[in-house]
């Protein structure tokens, strides 16, 4: 990819193998505020826009902050590590000389929590978090904010996800596109979202990006 001067990646599900501690935390959050979260409920309904899952699962708007707030006390226990063939990526991007961004949903605080736990702090040239911007995945605002402050057309840029919404974004905010599967949605799902590059280990990025 000759022209591509910056990658900007999703986090979890992403770089870090979060699926099953966001299954367990939202099992708990939902448990408290009288709801049942199945696995199969939560494969349907995810999204990492999680106001639009709170939708979703019917959760009253007026609980919202109260589902915020046990959401980020439940993650504490949590410590997901990085996926197979993330440090390998973000090393040869950093190699390549191209710029490197994080474009994640998650609170600030958590997301630096978990930057620093995979000895990534150092590894970023902007981190944009939920809420850094008043638009959420799927709508661009987010990447936009973020390749703005690379200083980076979207057209030289690729976002890098495992969601439906990640590919939905890239694609309205005119990067190319890479859904890496093993995360959040499921390969029929990525298939549909028609992302330009499809991949199964992060490490099938490095020869694109290196």
Known sequence: MPACRAVCFDLDGTLLDSLVSHYR????????????LEEGAYADRYSPNWYIFYERMGLARDRWDEADQLWLRHYENEAPHARPG???VLAAIQASGRRLGLVTSGDRSRVERDIRRAGWEETFDVVVCG???????????????????LRIEP?????????????????????R??????????????????????????????????
Do not use: Q
């Not at 809420?131 to 402050?149: F, I, M, S, T, W």
């Not at 057209?155 to 990067?175: F, N, P, R």
């Not at 890496?180 to 099938?204: I, K, M, N």
């Open 86 to 88: 993330a440090d390998d």
């Open 155 to 175: 057209a030289a840029s690729l976002y890098v996800g495992d969601t439906v919404e990640d590919i939905a974004m890239g694609k309205a905010a005119g990067t």
């Open 25 to 36: 935390v939202y099992r708990k959050v939902f448990a408290e505020l009288g709801l049942a």
């Open 177 to 210: 596109t890479a859904g890496v599967l093993g995360g959040f949605s499921g390969r029929e799902a990525l298939e549909a979202a028609s992302p330009d590059h499809l991949v199964t280990s992060l490490r099938e990025l490095v020869p694109l990006v290196g």
């Open 131 to 149: 809420g850094d911007v008043e638009e959420r995945k799927p709508l661009p605002g987010p990447l936009l904010h973020a390749l703005l402050a």
